[in-house]
């Protein structure tokens, strides 16, 4: 694993260097936007609405549309802003991890130690332990202040990005406004239908089954030589020049090539 982000998780007068990592990868089997005559890659264009012209990365910024007015916030201005400088994942409070509504939890991560010393992180590990709280930690990543759970999971300190208060929606449906007349007899029946599925949780009994049904029809083509040739498709050239392939499709043909002499091979999940 690669990490995203390092900085230092601050635990009162402690100071733990820390790496952090995604917990969690996209196994969905990836796929891409072709003409349907043709299989050619459809591909969008960053075009300015004023001038008509593509516009490249390097030159495109974001803005807050305010009614009839729009405000451009350059680069500059988001590396001025005091928190976009922290490099700490501040503890803010230990709270019963009862007390956190799942609804709240976003994105998981793994933190690691980033130093040759283990002794803080361990103890901030085992502290939380023994307590059986949670902390609460706010820390910036990706130009966003962020609400996050610090946990203990396998003997490894897990945060768990939390949504804002005013970002969870009541739920308020007027079909419930009348509860309707629930008999003994049904509750107690329906309470003999829960038994009867009662079982501990074991999440690797699961599986996607469209993804995995979908892996196969894709291989299934494959076998049959139902496919088009890639290069044909989306790297074909015109007499403009063409559409040059980035980088990154380049060399990853190359090593594709280099690896199995041309034959094709089984799609790939993509990770995240």
Known sequence: MRSIWKGSLSFGLVNVPVKLYSATEDHDVPLHM????????????RVCEIDGETVDYEHIVKAYVDGDQTVVLTDDDFAALPVER???????????TAQ?????FEKSYFLA?????????VLLMRTLEDADRTAIVKFALRQKTRLAALRVRDGVLVLQTLLWDDEVREA???????????????????????????SDFAPEKFTD???EQLRTLVEAKLEQGDALD????FGRA????????????ALKRSVEKRRGGGTKKKPKTAAS
């Not at 956190?100 to 709240?104: A, G, Q, R």
């Not at 130690?113 to 992180?121: E, R």
């Not at 008999?183 to 239908?193: I, P, V, Y």
């Not at 890639?230 to 498709?233: S, Y």
């Open 209 to 211: 089954e469209y993804q």
């Open 34 to 45: 072709v003409h349907d005559a043709d299989g050619g890659r459809i591909r969008y264009k």
């Open 172 to 198: 308020r449906f007027p079909e419930l406004d009348e509860s309707p007349n629930i008999t003994k007899a049904e509750l107690d029946m329906s309470k003999q239908l829960v038994e009867s599925f009662a």
């Open 86 to 96: 922290s490099k700490d994942i501040d503890v803010v409070e230990f709270v019963p």
């Open 230 to 233: 890639t290069e044909a498709t």
């Open 238 to 249: 015109t007499d403009g020049g063409g559409e040059v392939l980035d980088l990154m499709e």
């Open 100 to 104: 956190i509504d799942p609804l709240m």
């Open 113 to 121: 130690p980033d130093s040759k010393s283990t002794k803080a992180y």
